[in-house]
């Protein structure tokens, strides 16, 4: 995978404090993943290999297999402003099982929103190992470059088109464990490589029945 363009991500910081660790991944759309207070939220992954000396990913976690799912380009269409395109329209209906004959520009408009108006996404381990960080995700579809394949993964997993994803019990605590994977995978590090989630990208669709209530 390319590296993201320079306009596109044009920081990174690390720091360490006695209270909290700073990750910062500036785009143009802004801070799409910001530092929050460490506290636990939820087990991400059983992380005891980081702070019991083992860095394997192996023996640790395991990322999930899943397919079904669609690009970060098919659900940029979503992020876009103003009156869907054709393109769009398109979009939303193969991905939504949809006809020609139905309200496309009504089902366009509902996606949309309801991603626009998701809240964060809190990224976070059950210890504090790995730092807690949270995932705007219709900022994340509008920058380029690796953290859009995270925000793409989530959008899979929320409107089912990983189907079932148990034994996590949402699109968060799935995301969540994905990512606690991808840290302990960069030596602890803010994960830097997302291309272990494009192999979840094969192009399904899902019913109409999953698409949600809202309008333009």
Not at 7 to 12: I, N, P, R, S, Y
Not at 113 to 118: A, D, G, L, Q, R
């Amino acid at each position: 995978m390319n590296a993201p363009d320079n306009e596109k991500v044009t920081e990174l910081q690390n720091s360490n404090s006695p209270s909290r660790r700073k990750f910062l991944l500036k785009t143009s759309a802004g801070v799409v993943i910001t530092t929050l207070p460490v506290q636990s939220v939820w087990g991400a992954c059983n992380a005891s290999g980081l702070s019991g000396g083992s860095r394997s990913a192996d023996s640790v976690c395991v990322m999930p297999i899943v397919t079904g799912g669609r690009s970060p380009g098919s659900w940029r269409k979503f992020a876009k402003s103003g009156e869907p395109d054709k393109v769009g329209l398109n979009k939303v209906k193969s991905m939504f099982s949809m006809s020609k004959n139905d309200d496309l520009t009504a089902a366009y408009c509902s996606v949309r929103s309801h991603i626009k108006n998701m809240p964060d996404v809190v990224l976070s381990d059950g210890s504090g190992t790995i730092p807690r960080n949270s995932l705007n995700i219709y900022e994340a579809l509008q920058s380029q470059g690796g953290i859009w394949n995270l925000a793409a993964y989530y959008l899979n997993a929320y409107f089912g088109f990983y189907g079932d994803i148990s034994p996590f019990t949402s699109a968060e605590e799935l995301v969540q464990h994905v990512w606690g994977v991808m840290y302990i995978n960069n030596d602890g590090q803010l994960p830097s490589n997302y291309d272990d989630l494009t192999a979840s990208f094969t192009d399904g669709f899902v019913a109409e029945s999953n698409l949600p209530h809202g309008s333009c």
